[in-house]
């Protein structure tokens, strides 16, 4: 999905990924890039539901988007923030 830079209706600057978190468990290293993909309201806040996340698990592209990272989070038992 690279690395381009979105701006909003705002004239905010929207770097992509929007945000990364790491998570590590039984010796996997989780990666969740989570990439700003759909304006779902003009608040000016950006929200996890306009948020698409990819998946990396031990350094491979594993999937995308929500219901695949929830799968993960109950197959692993993981603690999220």
């Known amino acids: 999905m690279g690395t381009k830079k979105i701006t909003s209706e705002y ?3 929207i770097n992509n990924p929007y945000r990364t978190e ?6 996997h290293a ?3 890039l989570l990439y700003y993909t759909d ?5 000016g ?8 996340p990819l998946v990396i698990l ?3 592209l594993d999937g995308w988007g929500w219901a695949y990272w929830d799968g993960l ?3 692993y038992e993981l603690r999220v923030r």
Request: glycine letters at 10%; hydrophobic letters at 30%; charged letters at 40%.
């Open 11 to 13: 004239g905010q600057i």
């Open 22 to 27: 790491l998570y590590r468990h039984q010796g």
């Open 30 to 32: 989780f990666e969740l």
């Open 39 to 43: 304006l779902k309201r003009r608040d």
């Open 45 to 52: 806040a950006i929200t996890d539901d306009e948020l698409t």
């Open 58 to 60: 031990d350094g491979k």
């Open 73 to 75: 989070v109950q197959k």
